[in-house]
């Protein structure tokens, strides 16, 4: 199995730009979680999808996030428009809503808004 | 929501002392405590989990405790090699697909 995939791994953009980014969970998957991380603030979960469905979105820090899951092997995490302080590591993660309760994380998208 | 706290922040040890890390959460209802280890540019892997209905549980150097009553688990590693440098994250959840609530993480350096 290839395992979470995560694109871009790195996105240099200017303030004001909009920036998508991509997960695609490990096949079977039905749990998908983003998360981002960094050094002031941590690991903080963004928003988790059950069956394409979002569960819980209270993580989003404001309207200029958004993310979606079309299907169950896709989601995408949206910024528009970016600032700075949107520069950090975004993690994308998935596990199966039964049995197993391990999180298997992607490689993480880094993410410079300049 | 769960709120987890962990300590310490960073931990020094010298190759082959142990190095234990602690959580408290808050939210009685969690029943699931993985730690997760992130090396230096990498991905959080998780490297033990716990569940609410087992105290302690162990794998080769690394083990977990877990105190209900007090609402506090820890890790415990033995025979640190250089190899166990990184930051280790706690967490708790509370069922298979449901969101888990992280640590601040506690940064390890083991010193050769």
């Known amino acids: 199995d290839a395992g979470v995939i995560q694109s871009p791994r790195h996105e240099v953009t200017e303030m004001g730009q909009e920036v998508t980014l991509r997960c695609k969970p490990i096949s079977g998957h039905n749990s998908l979680f983003w998360y981002r991380q960094t050094m002031m603030r941590g690991l903080e979960l963004l928003i988790y999808?059950?069956?394409?469905?979002?569960?819980?979105d209270s993580g989003m820090p404001e309207d200029r996030f958004s993310a979606k899951m079309p299907n169950a092997s896709f989601s995408t995490l949206k910024i528009q428009p970016s600032e700075p302080r949107d520069s950090a590591v975004y993690f994308c993660a998935s596990t199966r809503s039964a049995g197993n309760y391990e999180q298997y994380f992607g490689p993480g998208t880094r993410l410079t808004v300049t | 929501g769960e709120n987890v706290e962990q300590h310490p922040s960073t931990l020094s040890v010298q190759e082959g002392d142990s190095a234990v890390i602690k959580c408290t959460y808050s939210?009685?209802?969690?029943?699931?405590f993985p730690w997760y280890k992130q090396e230096l540019g990498k991905r959080p892997q998780l490297i033990i989990d716990?569940?609410?209905?087992?105290g302690e549980k162990k794998d080769q150097r690394i083990a977990v405790t877990l105190n209900k009553t007090a609402k506090h688990f820890s890790l415990h590693i033995t025979e640190t090699q250089p190899e166990d440098s990184a930051v280790y994250f706690c967490a708790a959840g509370k069922a298979a697909g449901n969101k888990l609530t992280f640590g601040g993480g506690t940064r390890v350096l083991v010193k050769p």
């Open positions: 939210d009685s209802a969690s029943n699931y």
């Open positions: 716990i569940r609410s209905n087992v």
């Open positions: 999808f059950n069956n394409n469905v979002p569960i819980d």
